[in-house]
């Protein structure tokens, strides 16, 4: 017999044939009548003023339509002066073509449109632009000394609790001690897909624009706000994402040069960007981090203290909460978390994987190993000593934290019991091999979202939210929801997403979406099964009179009763009786503060890494990773793993691979390309093993579900570095571990 029992079942993307077939369009596909190309022209210098734009010379090119730059952009642009995304950091939010002035080298400083892709990018590369340059300054290393305290809040900007107990004093007083520096580059978002928008010009300032982003409703308020449009004239559209990670959270300066190009030459304009331009924004900061670690003689924590500084630009202040998690992943009495900032002539920093944590979690698990070698401990046993039972920043139980049985479960399937912890103790051959493990925990949250839900007598249902599918699996695990809450085959359920036609729902980011958009599918489908139940009930010798919804389930196509499945009511017959063609209604799901708000709600992870070190060579090989992860219900343990799986491959990056790297001189990152920003390729990926802890949590959301985008990564750098100590005896504490930093 069938089973509409899909939750927790390992389910195949339903977008998955659209994505390999080519029939999935993305942001820079759409086809449209009449279609102008704009073509970016980025800055040559990092600070400094344009003198002259001479567009003169590239508007004589037959077939170039215009060159926008601050000499002529239109004084509607930036109509609501003050408007700021919808995730936004404090400060103002940069304003492309706004003014003379250069803030960030590859800036984009002008647009040139033309009717081909083609001329458009010869022209743009023939734009002779004037300079005069101002002396910059990109080195984090200079401002040590001038670090703030972010003053403008951003949502989700969590300053750190205040210090508790006397950490100074217990630092000094502890038994074993240490402090260090661990430091890591910056990294730059390269999902697959560049980011580009097509806008289609619907005649009258009416547009659809088809934008690469994570949230299509931000993108929305922050075109109609900037463009003075009303919402109906300006309909956002992302139905698929190559890749997103973060780096579609805030619009960007793509689809503002898109829709000003259109509404301004009355045409349809589409704006790509190089792999290059992907360079010009939303990276990872460069992070400085310090922590000092002290334990009693019973291996217990003394005292911890973390402090981060990192850079942001000239005109927001980005933050990522680095050091809070910090706070609250060990029991200790003395704490003191610190965070600063400082501002550097870059773009704006911007949210990449587990922003903050997946870097915090770097410096304060490779201290943690280094604090449990100085006192002799196994790293895994050390942490269980200092077990945290309670938020201690928020002074709240956790809503569930399984993380003992990710360290036990972990341990076990990884064979950590065969681990000499002597460092240089094992070998196989030239190589030196080492067994490492790190952990972490990532928000779990619930945001407010609203879906719609369309039954047809055929017994078709059609589910939409606003929402986006970043790749994580939106598509998939809204349907598994739906077709659970109504009993109806996977087949039968189709879920539409990322439009601003459709309810209202946040940007897909902060590991939210599963919880937040998931709660909302869930209630307007049991919203629908009300109505359902109430038809039943009038149809002619029901055996469901007088049941209340609780009483009733539904499955495999069926309203029954709880207690006497035979009693059964067919869902296609019900809307066929009621003579109705259709049941259609909104719901919107929001988070129950009264549960919530009395619990500190987290995932968390232990991640366990074998490396292999080439004696002579110094080469890093991740042998094995493990990752077990305690993250509420899984609600598809196929994509879930997908998730973490790709959080591992980017650890290794991180560890071993990833940096930009800034030229002083002339404050531009050199190495803006795939040839030279270095990533993992499939002869880098070797074992990896993802395992879901069962957690139960009644807390969280109705689903019980915390998320999977981020909490995968938590750690992984932190352990592979910890193997590499182990394998070689050489403690790194700054990313990545270059060879020759083991040589
Ligand atoms: Mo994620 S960094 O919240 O897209």
Not at 104 to 127: D, G, H, K, W
Not at 155 to 168: L, T, V
Not at 342 to 357: E, H, I, S, Y
Request: aromatic content about 8%; charged content about 20%; glycine content about 8%.
């Amino acid at each position: 017999m069938s089973t509409t029992n899909y939750i927790g079942k390992p389910t195949s993307r339903v977008d998955g044939p659209a994505k390999v077939t080519g029939a999935a369009t993305y942001a820079a596909e759409f086809q449209v009548p009449n279609l102008a190309y704009g073509w970016v022209v980025s800055s040559a210098i990092a600070k400094g003023r344009i003198t002259k734009v001479h567009s003169e010379e590239v508007l004589a090119i037959p077939g170039v339509l215009e060159v926008f730059s601050h000499e002529n952009v239109p004084s509607l642009a930036w109509f609501d002066r003050n408007y700021k995304d919808d995730v936004a950091p404090g400060g103002s939010p940069f304003r492309p073509l706004h003014e003379d002035k250069i803030q960030f080298n590859q800036q984009p400083i002008a647009l040139v449109v033309a009717e081909t892709l083609e001329l458009a990018r010869y022209a743009s590369s023939v734009l002779r632009i004037d300079y005069e340059e101002e002396k910059h300054e990109t080195d984090i290393e200079a401002k040590r000394d001038e670090g703030f305290e972010p003053g403008n809040g951003k949502s989700g900007w969590m300053p750190p609790p205040p210090p508790r107990g006397n950490p100074d004093k217990a630092w000094e007083e502890a038994e074993h001690r240490l402090e260090h520096e661990y430091v890591h580059g910056a990294q730059h978002h390269n999902p697959m897909e560049m980011f580009g928008a097509t806008v289609e010009w619907r005649g009258d300032k009416k547009l659809t624009v088809y934008d690469k982003t994570q949230g299509v409703v931000n993108v929305q308020n922050y075109l109609t706000k900037i463009f003075g449009l009303s919402k109906d004239d300006c309909r956002v559209i992302n139905h698929y994402m190559g890749g997103g990670f973060g780096s579609g959270l805030r619009p960007q300066y793509s689809v503002f040069l898109a829709v000003l190009a259109s509404l301004e030459l009355k045409r349809s304009v589409r704006v790509t960007l190089t792999r290059q331009q992907m360079f010009s924004f939303g990276h990872r900061p460069h992070t400085l981090q310090y922590v000092k670690l002290g334990t009693n003689p019973d291996g217990t924590l003394a005292a911890l203290q973390h402090h981060a500084l990192h850079e942001t630009s000239q005109f927001e202040e980005y933050t990522e909460n680095v050091v809070n998690w910090s706070g609250m992943l060990y029991q200790c009495e003395n704490v003191k978390l610190g965070y600063q900032l400082a501002k550097l002539d870059v773009f704006t920093p911007q949210d990449m994987r587990a922003p903050g944590a997946a870097t915090g979690s770097f410096a304060l698990e490779v201290a943690m190993d280094e604090m449990a070698a100085a006192a002799g401990i196994d790293p895994i046993d050390f942490r269980i000593r200092n077990y945290a039972e309670e938020d201690q920043n928020a002074g709240k139980p956790f809503s569930s934290k399984r993380l003992r049985d990710c360290y036990h479960q972990g341990a076990a399937k990884f064979g950590w019991d065969q681990r000499n912890p002597q460092p240089r103790s094992m070998r196989k051959g030239n190589r030196l091999v080492g067994y490492g493990m790190a952990g972490g925990v990532w928000d779990a949250t619930q945001k407010k979202a609203a879906a719609k839900a369309t039954l047809t007598a055929d017994g078709q249902l059609l589910v939409s939210s606003a929402t986006a599918d970043i790749g994580t699996g939106t598509y998939t695990i809204m349907t598994q929801i739906a077709a659970e809450t109504l009993g109806l085959p996977l087949e039968a359920v189709t879920f539409k997403l990322g439009d601003t036609d459709m309810p209202e729902a946040p940007v897909q980011g902060g590991s939210w979406t599963a919880a937040s958009v998931g709660s909302a599918v869930k209630s307007v489908c049991e919203a629908i099964g009300e109505k359902l139940l109430k038809l039943a009930q009038k149809m002619e010798g029901s055996p469901l009179k007088g049941a209340s919804p609780d009483e009733v389930e539904f499955v495999n196509g069926q309203i029954r009763l709880r207690q006497d499945p035979d009693n059964a009511v067919v869902i296609r017959d019900v809307l066929q009786a009621s003579g109705e063609t259709k049941l259609e209604t909104d719901s919107s799901a929001t988070p129950n503060m009264l549960k919530q708000g009395t619990h500190s709600m987290h995932s968390h992870n232990a991640v366990f890494v074998e490396v292999e070190v080439d004696e002579e060579f110094g080469t890093v090989h991740v042998t094995r990773v493990l990752n077990a992860v305690a993250a509420g219900r899984i609600l598809n343990p196929k994509t879930a793993r997908s998730q973490v799986l790709g959080s591992i491959v980017w650890g290794i990056s991180m560890a071993l691979m990833e940096e930009t790297i800034m030229d002083h001189q002339f404050g531009r990152y050199m190495n803006h390309n795939y040839s030279e920003y270095h990533i993992p390729v499939q002869a880098d990926i070797h074992d990896i093993e993802v395992l879901f802890v069962e957690e139960e949590d009644d807390v969280v959301n109705p689903l019980g579900v915390k998320g999977v985008g981020e909490i995968g990564l938590l750690g992984v750098a932190a352990a592979i570095t910890n193997a590499v100590y182990h394998a070689t005896g050489k403690r790194v504490r700054d990313l990545p571990i270059y060879l020759d930093k083991l040589l």
